[in-house]
Nanobody
């Protein structure tokens, strides 16, 4: 059973920054690919960024590439999402996700956190 606890969401003005964190309660964090997804009201949940077990493969959606950065610290069982130059359209509930795979494939993500709200507004 994978438990994922997100933190770091909040209210930020357009152009501002936030860093999300997700701690995973697993025995061997490096067995997992990790990802961040988001869901805005009335929309489907979509992937924002993903990172393979050793950070060797990283994926970003087109909407955040160049503004967001995903990273992980396997010694701390933690994955991060640094979000810069935030826009109103980044407003959503952000979910941390885990996939017990050393490959990075969207369809493998099956464990989810409760989500942390990010609101970008002036």
């Amino acid at each position: 059973q994978v438990q994922l606890i997100e933190s770091g969401g909040g209210l930020v003005q357009p152009g501002g920054s936030l860093r999300l964190s997700c701690v995973a309660s697993v025995r061997t964090f490096s067995d997992y690919a990790m990802g961040w997804f988001r869901q805005a009201p009335g929309k489907e949940r979509t992937i924002v960024a993903g990172i393979s077990w050793n950070s060797g493969v990283i994926y970003y959606s087109d909407s955040v590439r160049g503004r967001f950065a995903i990273s992980r610290d396997n010694a701390k069982n933690t994955v991060y999402l640094q979000m810069n130059s935030l826009k109103a359209e980044d407003t959503a509930l952000y979910y941390c996700a885990a996939a017990r795979s050393r490959r990075l494939r969207v369809e493998d993500f099956g464990s989810w956190g409760q989500g942390t709200q990010v609101t970008v507004s002036s």
